[in-house]
């Protein structure tokens, strides 16, 4: 394809296109922090050096990978669901970014491969279990990092579609409209039982099951090996869409799964499975939630204000270079949460919030709020906006690796 200059495209609150260059510099970013967080990891202590990703390349998952392979030096195999380049259609974000996480490797001597398939079919379990068992095995770490709307599931082919619903009754309460930035009120109806099972089918721990079974099966686990997923709590104000809602619904269970997991791995050598509850921060996934946006906007002003915001990859070299060094053992909370979103839940920055969620309408949103680093954040998450990334040029979409 001859190169061509590629502009932001939205439709609602999803962009339907990506910036090459962009999503590169990015990563690099990313790369070039972790690198510089490496840990010196004490004689006798075993790094992670064998790492599947389900779900690397965006999010958590992309900043999971990236903490892991240039904090540790492991190798790793990532997971994902995007839209290759086409003609003049660019490629998915996610697609980019892991076009740039092998660039960055290649030239870094580190070993990296990726599937870029239906992480919920039995096809895509089969096609990383070849891959680990010619370059990998035993596997590790399994870090579990997906949001999906929709799971096709592999026993029954029925299609669960996930909702964003409060349950029991119906909730009402602010939310932004992302292309107009206007400050309305919006009301969710509550979800009904098939909308709940079907979000559980999606987002709760049958499939992040169903990848630990097959790797075990196949003797693919190390004896020690840990795996870890991620849910999200935060405050009140979000309970009855998020925590309370379908979606914690799911997490629950998620929950649940974690805790035989844990009990599996421990009796097989010493492994662990944990639940990471992690910060709230901008991703394709969050963007889509009502209210969560806003009050994104207003956490991410208090916690700027303390110095004490991390994005994705800060998170991650957080939980895996300090909380999940070699050698240590994660503090859990009393439902076994690793609480990566101490920061965020600290009473002084949720009581900012609190304060001024009343407060903020269409009008003031700009003052009181950090919406300005919300869309920011948003435009970077295709690779637009970036610092350094001249937009004016033209940049090669067929990327591939
Ligand atoms: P994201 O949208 O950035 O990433 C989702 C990843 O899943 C991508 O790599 C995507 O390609 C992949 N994916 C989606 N469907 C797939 C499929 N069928 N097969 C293979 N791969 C597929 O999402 P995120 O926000 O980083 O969320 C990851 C996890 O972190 C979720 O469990 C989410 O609940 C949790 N979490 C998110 C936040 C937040 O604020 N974003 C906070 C705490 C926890």
Same mark, same amino acid.
């Given at each position: 394809?001859?190169?061509?200059?590629?502009?932001?495209?939205?439709?609602?609150?999803?962009?339907?296109?990506?910036?090459?260059?962009?999503?590169?510099?990015?990563?690099?970013?990313?790369?070039?922090?972790?690198?510089?967080?490496?840990?010196?990891?004490?004689?006798?202590?075993?790094?992670?050096?064998?790492?599947?990703?389900?779900?690397?390349?965006?999010?958590?998952?992309?900043?999971?990978?990236?903490?892991?392979?240039?904090?540790?030096?492991?190798?790793?195999?990532?997971?994902?669901?995007?839209?290759?380049?086409?003609?003049?259609?660019?490629?998915?974000?996610?697609?980019?970014?892991?076009?740039?996480?092998?660039?960055?490797?290649?030239?870094?001597?580190?070993?990296? /491969?990726?599937?870029?398939?239906?992480?919920?079919?039995?096809?895509?379990?089969?096609?990383?279990?070849?891959?680990?068992?010619?370059?990998?095995?035993?596997?590790?770490?399994?870090?579990?990092?997906?949001?999906?709307?929709?799971?096709?599931?592999?026993?029954?082919?029925?299609?669960?579609?996930s909702v964003l619903k409060p349950i029991g009754t119906a909730y009402t309460n602010k939310t932004i409209d992302l292309s107009s930035r206007k400050i309305h009120e919006i009301t969710v109806p509550p979800a009904s039982e098939q909308e709940i099972a079907d979000t559980v089918a999606v987002m709760g721990g049958e499939d992040w099951r169903f990848w630990i079974d097959a790797l075990a099966a196949e003797g693919l686990l190390s004896p020690g090996a840990r795996?870890?997923?991620?849910?999200?709590?935060?405050?009140?104000?979000?309970?009855?869409?998020?925590?309370?809602?379908?979606?914690?619904?799911?997490?629950?269970?998620?929950?649940?799964?974690?805790?035989?997991?844990?009990?599996?791995?421990?009796?097989?050598?010493?492994?662990? /499975?944990?639940?990471?509850?992690?910060?709230?921060?901008?991703?394709?996934?969050?963007?889509?939630?009502?209210?969560?946006?806003?009050?994104?906007?207003?956490?991410?002003?208090?916690?700027?204000?303390?110095?004490?915001?991390?994005?994705?990859?800060?998170?991650?070299?957080?939980?895996?270079?300090?909380?999940?060094?070699?050698?240590?053992?994660?503090?859990?909370?009393?439902?076994?949460?690793?609480?990566?979103?101490?920061?965020?839940?600290?009473?002084?920055?949720? /009581?900012?919030?609190?304060?001024?969620?009343?407060?903020?309408?269409?009008?003031?949103?700009?003052?009181?709020?950090?919406?300005?680093?919300?869309?920011?954040?948003?435009?970077?998450?295709?690779?637009?906006?970036?610092?350094?990334?001249?937009?004016?040029?033209?940049?090669?979409?067929?990327?591939?690796?």
């Open positions: 394809m001859p190169k061509q200059v590629v502009t932001q495209r939205s439709r609602g609150f999803i962009c339907i296109n990506a910036h090459p260059e962009g999503c590169a510099v990015n990563v690099e970013r990313h790369v070039e922090a972790a690198r510089a967080a490496r840990p010196k990891v004490a004689s006798g202590a075993q790094p992670p050096q064998r790492v599947l990703v389900i779900g690397a390349s965006t999010g958590y998952g992309l900043a999971s990978r990236v903490a892991l392979a240039w904090g540790y030096g492991a190798r790793t195999l990532g997971l994902f669901f995007e839209r290759e380049p086409e003609g003049e259609r660019t490629a998915t974000a996610g697609w980019y970014n892991t076009a740039a996480f092998h660039r960055f490797a290649g030239r870094d001597g580190l070993y990296a /491969a990726s599937l870029n398939a239906d992480a919920f079919s039995d096809q895509a379990k089969r096609a990383a279990i070849e891959i680990i068992r010619r370059d990998l095995a035993p596997v590790d770490l399994v870090v579990y990092s997906l949001a999906s709307p929709r799971r096709t599931h592999p026993r029954t082919g029925v299609v669960h579609n795996t870890v997923a991620y849910s999200y709590i935060g405050p009140e104000l979000t309970w009855p869409i998020y925590w309370h809602g379908t979606i914690g619904r799911a997490k629950h269970d998620l929950e649940q799964t974690a805790a035989q997991l844990d009990a599996r791995l421990a009796a097989a050598g010493g492994g662990h /499975a944990w639940i990471s509850v992690n910060k709230a921060i901008v991703t394709q996934a969050s963007a889509a939630i009502p209210v969560v946006p806003l009050y994104m906007s207003l956490l991410f002003k208090a916690m700027k204000e303390r110095g004490t915001d991390e994005d994705a990859a800060g998170q991650m070299r957080r939980l895996f270079l300090e909380v999940l060094a070699p050698g240590r053992e994660p503090a859990l909370d009393g439902e076994r949460h690793i609480r990566m979103d101490d920061r965020e839940m600290r009473p002084e920055v949720q /009581a900012e919030v609190a304060a001024l969620w009343p407060q903020v309408t269409t009008e003031n949103l700009m003052a009181l709020s950090d919406f300005t680093g919300f869309e920011r954040g948003f435009k970077n998450l295709f690779g637009f906006d970036v610092d350094g990334v001249d937009y004016s040029q033209p940049v090669e979409t067929d990327i591939r690796w």
